[in-house]
């Protein structure tokens, strides 16, 4: 064969394979276009469906709580003013600066550790071995009927649970209470700002444990109660169900020279690919000086429900308002599907004035950073100094893993120390019987205790219907709003719990006769 009809068949070739690669190149590009429209009007949808920025508005207003004397912020609106929304949305993908390896480039600050002095008491390590073999059920088998609907209302079996209550994982969010230590001594020395600082990185903080948690905690029953008394960290925090429909979880936390509260109902729609949480309530901190910060968490949503590997994702402005000299806007970045930096949080602390006293950012499951001083004003998210400082870092995950994910903290919060369970009400979380068979791997009689109190669950709201009240909390007048009244550590020391029924047990012939 003729060398040059050689050579000129394989220029043909060659073209023909380039032609080829630049075609494979549009279609990937055309596919990436494709999911990006299909996460925009997903996100359009969800919008159109369900409360935004400006319920958070509502919120804190409807509870009397306004920034005093804070020019731009007189009213506490947890919307960005539209500079900061110009600032946030200035960040574009390549200009996004990496967390992966902070450590190369920012410094810790010179921050106290937040050291109590209380001796460190032993806590369990891992969960126990499970008795029998897990097994595999459909999350999409088990809601697909339910398309659109509050999710709270939906029985699920014990497999899609973890073994902690609801009213657990609300103690989960004081994993980092140490923050609010700090906070406090940097009030106390005259530093306003890092007091703030340290506020806005524990709001942060409690988002880190959701990661790779894909189990439900357990609903608790009407009048369903939670202690945690952890002297190593400072603190004693109680929780109770104080309303069945809707679902509302009330709790209070003391610690070193602070004071933690609020209540909870969550609004959950599933959407088909995904289920979005909707957090109803307001979280306030006061400080034993006077100063209170008070802010409501961000939307949740879980995606992949039916295809693909399942995540959770947090998104919206976080308005954290302070009565004094400092506030706090923070915005959770939602995750787009071909996302390669998720999980950014990034925002400003601004003074009575709304002058910017300081940059925040960094990623809600890994760490939070600060730059203060004259230039942050000039300072764009996207540029952030390396001079920056640490405010917060996750805590490694334990060693023992297991499918619920659960972390070092949490995996303490259903144990009965010895001598714990003689002191506790017939109401507490820890002697929930299908909590505690799923927690030791017992799954059918995890099953079984679970159905029988749902039934009971389903009493409650005729209990509700006839007067029933909460026995630690109380409604604040007209609001939505439930306060502590005090009297359970009293009560707990003197072990006087005859008013806390065995809500875990059967119902009796009297209890039945007052819900009829």
Sequence with gaps: MNENLVKECEQIMLSEFSEMHEQIKLLHEERTNLFDALRQLEAANLESGAPGIDDNVYQLSKHGFSSLGRGKYSECSTTASSDDKQEFEDVSEEDEPSFHDTDEYFNEPSVGS????????????????????????????????????????????????????????????????????????????????????????FAVSGYASTEGRHCKPFNPLLGETYEADFPEKGIRFFSEKVSHHPTVIACHCEGKGWKFWGDTNLRSKFWGRSIQVEPVGVLTLEFDDGEVFQWSKVTSTIYNII????????????QICGNRQFSCTLKFKEQSILERNPHQVNGFVEDVSGKKAAMVFGKWDDSLYYVSGDGVSKTKVSDPASNASLLWRRTKPPPNVTRYNLTSFAITMNELT????????????????????????????????????????????????????????EKQGESETFKYTGGYWEARGHRTWDDCPNIFGEFTEEQLAEAA
């Design 114 to 201: 937040g050291s109590n002095g209380y001796t460190d008491i032993k806590r369990r390590t891992k969960l126990p071995d499970p008795a029998e073999k897990e097994r595999g059920v459909s999350l999409w088998s088990m809601i697909k009927d339910n398309v659109g609907k509050d999710l709270t209302r939906v029985c699920l079996p014990v497999y899609f649970n973890e073994p902690i209550s609801s009213l657990q994982k609300c103690f989960e969010d004081l994993e980092y209470s140490y923050l609010l230590d700090r906070a406090y001594e940097h009030g106390k020395s005259g530093n306003g700002l890092l007091r703030a600082l340290n506020v806005a990185a």
């Design 307 to 318: 295809l693909g590997k399942l995540y959770c994702d947090h998104h919206g402005v976080m």
């Design 418 to 473: 010895p001598g714990l369970e003689e002191m506790l009400p017939p109401t507490d979380s820890r002697l929930r019987p299908d909590q505690r068979h799923l927690e030791n791997g017992e799954y059918e009689k995890a099953n079984l205790e679970k159905q029988r109190l749902e039934r009971r669950q389903r009493m409650s709201r005729q209990l509700q219907d006839s007067g029933w009240r909460p026995r630690w909390f």
